[in-house]
């Protein structure tokens, strides 16, 4: 799986979640509304995600293993960092 776009839009209000993100792969699909959350435990990802009709949220979309998740989070998370948080630094 290639992703070869990143584009992330920060939250301004105060909360859990920091920014949202989407990503396309290979030049041809787009998964849009990845949630960057700051957990107990730092920073993660949460999959696009609908409320169902008994009140649990399920995914929309989602990687099927925990690898590429790992990997596509940490991707995700290097650019809030290297966008988002090192542009406040300089503001």
Known sequence: ????????????KEGKMKAVAS????NE?????IKVIEGEKGLFIAMPSR??????????AHPIRSETRELLQNMI????????????QSE
């Open 51 to 60: 409320k169902a009709s008994d009140g649990e949220y399920k995914d929309i």
């Open 1 to 12: 799986m290639n992703i070869t776009d990143i584009r992330m839009r920060k939250i301004d």
């Open 77 to 88: 998370l290097d650019k809030y960092r290297t966008e988002i948080l090192e542009g406040q």
């Open 23 to 26: 990503i396309t792969i290979e």
């Open 29 to 33: 699909f787009v998964v849009h509304d």
